[in-house]
């Protein structure tokens, strides 16, 4: 998260490149929707609101990660899934 909003802060400020080991042509070039579009990214994903939903979110989504896994594979039949999906509803 921090690496998109530092290159969309470089999108929208300008930031001397060589403070960060940028490339100059990075920095330069941005015409104004570019720079309104790369604002309106950081206003949306650098609020209180956004910023507590997405770490709940990746905190409850990450339980899953394991079963999602699981049911992925080929070689899972129905009733292997069912059952998979049947434990974690009775852990809820």
Not at 32 to 39: C, E, I
Not at 45 to 72: D, R, S, Y
């Amino acid at each position: 998260m921090k690496h998109i909003i530092r290159a969309l802060e470089i999108i929208v400020y300008g930031i001397q490149a060589h403070d960060f080991g940028y490339d100059p042509e990075i920095t330069d070039g941005w015409d104004s929707d570019t720079k309104k579009a790369a604002l309106a990214h950081i206003n949306a994903i650098a609020n209180f609101e956004f910023l507590i939903t997405f770490m709940w979110m990746e905190a409850m989504l990450t339980h899953l990660e394991g079963t999602a896994v699981k049911l992925q594979k080929k070689t899972i039949d129905i009733y292997d899934a069912y059952q998979t999906v049947s434990f974690l509803g009775s852990k809820c």
